[in-house]
């Protein structure tokens, strides 16, 4: 089961995008972009670049993970314990180090130089799902994984459904759709639902630095890096990135040489 779960990731991710972004151009929440076709375009272009390396990186990442069971490194695989538990644990914390790395990437000037290409668009909508710059995925994809997981030794089966649950949120999160009430009241109570990952991407760096979690908001709880806000009532992008030409695929490229 696990392996069938990593070979549909791929086409969970690609169908999902589908999904959303027909959905959206029929029920916008937030405003669309005043050139949407160009806007998207753009997007997608660089998110092709990202889809492909996060497809090579993914392939060297589950390769550790591969590793790290045969050769029984980690702290998990030094501690007995009901598979269901570790498992479990091992989703948590595989989302811990994200949000602590996430941390990382808005506090140390290098990596927010590229990682600033994913927040700097001013409209969100599901072809901003992707928008990363290629050194940003190696930096928070490969070498992050490359560590985190041999360190706990991380299964293959926490890894395979933490992937599960990232995916889906991750597209829902940047769409430009409303969901109901109900489901963002309760649904955030334990996941970053698209309302809350939304602050997330304010022009206001007292928003933008916070909602950190990617499946979980336990962390941004527990550590205090969260508020309470509309995604209607901010505004989105950062405000040193306004101009059309930051946001072409060159210009987002070299958007980390930029002071």
């Not at 490969?142 to 041999?150: D, K, L």
């Amino acid at each position: 089961m696990i392996e069938t779960l990593s070979t549909l990731q791929p086409l969970l991710l690609v169908g999902l995008l589908v999904l959303m972004y027909n959905l959206e151009s029929f029920m916008p929440y937030l405003a669309k972009p005043a050139n949407k076709r160009r806007h998207d375009l753009h997007n997608f272009g660089i998110s092709f670049i990202a889809f492909a390396l996060n497809g090579l990186i993914g392939s060297g990442v589950v390769f550790i993970v591969l590793y790290t069971s045969e050769y029984q490194l980690g702290l998990f695989n030094q501690i007995v314990m009901p598979t269901v538990v570790e498992t479990i644990l091992g989703i948590l914390l595989i989302d811990f180090g994200s949000y602590c790395l996430h941390n990382l990437q808005h506090k140390t000037p290098f990596l927010w130089r590229f990682h600033r290409v994913h927040h700097s668009d001013p409209n969100l909508n599901a072809s901003s799902v992707l928008r990363f710059h290629p050194v940003d995925v190696a930096l928070s994809q490969g070498i992050f994984y490359c560590i985190w997981i041999p360190l706990l030794g991380i299964s293959m089966a926490s890894f395979v459904v933490y992937g599960c649950l990232a995916l889906p949120l991750l597209v829902m999160q940047h769409s430009n759709m409303r969901f109901p009430n109900w489901l963002e009241k309760y649904g955030r109570l334990v996941f970053s639902t698209p309302g809350w990952h939304k602050i997330h991407h304010s022009d206001e760096q007292r928003y933008t630095d916070s909602h950190y979690g990617d499946v979980f908001t336990f962390w941004d709880r527990i550590f205090g890096t969260h508020h309470a806000v509309q995604p209607d009532e901010i505004s989105y992008g950062l405000k040193e990135f306004r101009s059309d030409e930051h946001h072409t695929v060159k210009g987002q490229l070299l958007m980390p040489l930029k002071k």
